[in-house]
């Protein structure tokens, strides 16, 4: 088995973390590049991450967040926010800072920025939010697979209130809406029903179809 099947073997959603330790500042950089390097559609990155230490902070969310007390005993959160609709001005930033980093502009690049400009702003704020939400869901998924490559422990969440986190966070001045949660810290000795159970997932040939 290879060390990447290895480390999605190792990691679970870690039910109970150690308050007494914390993720070095070299492991967080490593999981939130993983996040800036992730693919995202017409690589726009529709979403920021809020890397949330401040314990009182954090405090504030537990009750918003199904009283899951990862969020505070971990020693970072980080708060997946999407964009709550596209502009073209969010869109025209990311165009013209490819235009800047590969130093000169493509026909078919302009043409496509133009083609984004002329539908994603007309369309309803809702159907743009979700679609931003669907790319931080992406970038979720390399944070998963690099916690795991680093032995960091973590625990992504949807059962919170999102519009008490938005407000907790000030997000919604921000033209942001929070997603999906995902504390970081490392599994507690004892008191985690879930660290020793089997993982179980779906036998592959019910979870895989070949068409050939």
Known sequence: MSELLQDLQWRYATKKMDPTKAVSTENVDFILEAIRLSASSSGLQPYDVIVVTNPEIRAQIVPHAWNQQQISDGSHLLVF?????????????????????????????????????????????????????????IGLGSALIAAAEMKVDSTPMEGFSPDKVDEILGLKERGLKSVVLLPLGYRADEGDWLVNLEKVRRPTDSFITQVS
């Open 81 to 137: 926010a999407a964009w709550d609709n596209y502009t073209a001005e969010r869109i025209n930033t990311m165009f013209d800072l490819v235009n800047e980093k590969r130093g000169f502009k493509n026909e078919g690049w302009e043409n496509y920025r133009q083609m984004l400009l002329n539908t994603y702003p007309s369309r309803d704020p809702e159907t743009n939010f979700q679609h931003a939400a669907r790319q931080a869901y």
